[in-house]
């Protein structure tokens, strides 16, 4: 038997041996759990949304991810622990184009001992990669401890693009891709600054004529087709240099940079109306438009931005107010117009408050029956200190400030009022502004104007000019059709100096035409106007329209006028128009003249 405190070697082995077998499945333990680990980061690293790669101080790959190879499409060869970074760096730029020159390959060498220095001063960086198949990365180096890097790649396109066309349509108009009002007056901030001593720049503004009309009559879809056209053309008609926006609606500007004088100016402006007059042909019809333009001149008539849009607006203004249609030059005197305008726009709207506004009535005769058939309605403005301001100045001030809508409620009711009183073989017309029609709702106005006095809706005509008819707004035809089945007359103003075509006349039937009174005034010189006065009496008769024949002066257009087959006619010759107080004797001298003409003696 042993001594107890001596070892049985037979034991000592077992005890050993169990040492051993301990360790080993402690080993086998770790190892497992280090394998588990190992397959749970490989998971983990694979999954990621970023690129990853770990490098070590000798700048050698330790490990990386799908992603990053997928991003650089690195071959199997590229990814395996201890490949060189100059190595994968090469091999990207062979790839992406960038290393075809010794030139290349050296600026290659020295971005890589740049992020190396980087690192070595423990700095994290970030840089972004385009690459050549339109992804963007941006790629942050995070330095180890140990001397090597962590670089994270992650894909950025979709919000680098996102964050690209949001500052884009900051700055652009996104139909007509042109610069929009904010970017066009910071371009024009910029190429101020960059005059040259005696350097100068023209800006153009542009209003299109009759836009709102294609808008109306074709619809949205072609309004926007005739403004992706119209920037079209401006685009190529000035020089690549010029810059060109979209300041809102239809109105647009050049900056038309480098140029030797005014009349570098003028002569680009009167080619961008001649452009912009060509036919359109959008969405399979035709449309037309007329452009009007304004010119202001840096330096000679202002050197910042927003004095210069807003004499070349003041010069736009003037084009507007002259007739469209043409190009003009700011000269300092329009700014004493504008002014005057602006005067005259509180002025009136004063007048209308304290009652200066008043109608006067001007007789229409029948010559052939030898009666008076009516008295249209004509506004007249008593002004304080200018006297007698005629309604071609104030009229389209009211139709821009929107005062015509007070004004013509004011001018039904009155008229309605007027004519109440007047013996009831006598209808009262009355004009109404196609503004009216645009922003107002005149079939109820007239409605109220009746029923208030009492008038007989047979005995009111509505006057609406070609112009307003051409709108064609389903809005305008609804208040046309309102009035008809109300029982008002409709008469279509100014005949032949506006676009309608006799169409119109066949799609919406008017009680009377007349006769625009320039076509009379030149009778007398020109067949042309005799032969148009006799064609469309012949017409409108034919469709049951009574024409009229405005702005008689004389006995002889009278009878040229009478020959052309129109008996009902308008002018000085019977009755200037008068106050509603003397509207009987008018009615009278108008039965004299026509009886004088006729050689027969006073019928009433
Ligand atoms: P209109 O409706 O065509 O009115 C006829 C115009 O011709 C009037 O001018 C009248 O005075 C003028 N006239 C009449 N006979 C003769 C003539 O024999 N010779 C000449 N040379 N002229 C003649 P007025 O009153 O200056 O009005 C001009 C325009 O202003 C009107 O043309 C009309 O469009 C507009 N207007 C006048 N009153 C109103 C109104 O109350 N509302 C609206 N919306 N427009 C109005
Ligand atoms: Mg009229
Ligand atoms: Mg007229």
Redesign the pocket.
């Known amino acids: 038997m042993a001594r107890p405190n001596e070892t049985n070697p037979q034991d000592a082995n077992v005890a050993h041996d169990a040492g051993v077998a301990a360790d080993t499945l402690r080993l086998i333990e770790h190892t497992k759990k280090l394998s588990q680990l190992n397959s749970r980061f490989e998971v983990a690293l694979n999954n990621m949304a970023r690129g990853l790669s770990m490098f070590d101080a000798d700048r050698r790959l330790i490990v990386c991810n799908g992603l990053y190879r997928e991003i650089y499409d690195l071959p199997e060869e590229l990814t395996v622990p201890g490949t060189p970074f100059s190595k994968i760096v090469a091999y990207h730029s062979a790839k992406e184009g960038s290393a075809n020159s010794v030139d290349d390959l050296k600026r290659q060498q020295l971005w890589i001992e740049q992020h190396a220095t980087e690192l070595r001063h423990g700095k994290v960086f970030t840089h972004t990669q385009n690459l050549k198949n339109g992804r963007i990365i941006l790629v942050t180096n995070q330095p180890l401890e140990d001397g090597g890097w962590v670089d994270i790649q992650e894909d950025v396109t979709e919000k680098t693009l996102a964050q690209e066309r949001i500052a884009w349509l900051a700055r652009h108009c996104p139909l007509t891709e042109i610069a929009n009002r904010f970017h066009f007056r910071e371009m024009l901030d910029e190429e101020i600054q960059r005059l040259k001593p005696n350097g100068s720049l023209a800006v153009h503004l542009i209003d299109l004529d009759y836009f709102k009309q294609v808008n109306d009559t074709l619809g949205h879809a072609a309004g926007d087709a005739v403004l992706k056209a119209v920037a079209k053309r401006l685009r190529t008609t000035v020089r690549d240099n010029d810059l060109v926006g979209r300041l809102g609606g239809d109105e647009f500007a050049i900056i038309q940079t480098d140029i030797s004088g005014p009349e570098q100016a003028a002569s680009l402006a009167l080619r961008l109306v001649s452009v912009l007059n060509a036919p359109y042909r959008v969405l399979g019809a035709n449309a037309g438009l007329g452009a009007s333009i304004g010119v202001a001149i840096c330096p000679d008539h202002g050197a910042d931005p927003d004095t210069l849009l807003r004499r070349a607006d003041m010069a736009l203004y003037r084009v507007k107010t002259c007739g469209r249609g043409s190009s003009y030059i700011y000269h300092p005197e329009d700014e004493q117009l504008v002014n005057e305008r602006i005067e005259l726009q509180a002025d009136l709207a004063e007048a209308l408050k304290k009652r200066q506004l008043s109608l006067h009535y ?1 007789p229409i005769v029948d010559v052939e029956a030898g009666t008076v058939t009516g008295c ?4 007249r403005w008593q002004h304080p200190k200018l006297g007698m301001v ?3 100045t104030f ?1 389209p001030i009211a139709e821009r400030s929107g005062l ?1 809508l007070a004004m ?1 409620e004011w ?1 039904l009711h009155q008229a309605c009022r007027d004519a109440a009183g007047w013996a009831p073989s006598i209808r009262v017309a ?4 196609a503004v009216q029609f645009d922003h107002g709702d005149p079939a109820a106005v007239v409605e109220e104007a009746l029923a208030a006095s009492g008038l007989a809706a047979d005995r009111l005509e509505v ?1 609406i ?1 070609e112009s307003t008819l051409l709108r064609c707004e389903t809005k305008t035809l609804q208040n046309l059709e309102r009035l008809r089945a109300r029982g008002v007359r409709l008469v279509l ?2 005949f032949g100096t506006g676009f309608a075509s006799l169409s119109y006349l066949r799609n919406f039937s008017f009680d009377k035409i ?1 006769i625009d ?1 320039s076509f009379v005034a030149d009778m007398a010189e020109r067949r042309d106007c005799m032969a148009i006065v006799g064609a469309v009496t012949g017409l409108a008769k034919t469709l049951g329209i009574g024409p009229v024949a ?4 004389d006995i002889e257009q009278l009878t040229g006028v009478s020959i052309a087959g129109c008996r009902e006619m ?4 019977f009755s200037r ?1 008068v106050p509603s107080a003397d509207v009987e004797d008018a009615v009278a001298q108008c039965l004299t003249r026509i009886s004088e003409a006729s050689g027969k003696p006073n019928a009433g």
């Open positions: 001007q249209e309605a004509l506004m005629p309604p071609s009229i015509i013509g001018a009355v004009n109404i502004s006057e000019t103003d100014d007349k009174r405005e702005g008689i002066e308008q002018g000085f010759y128009p």
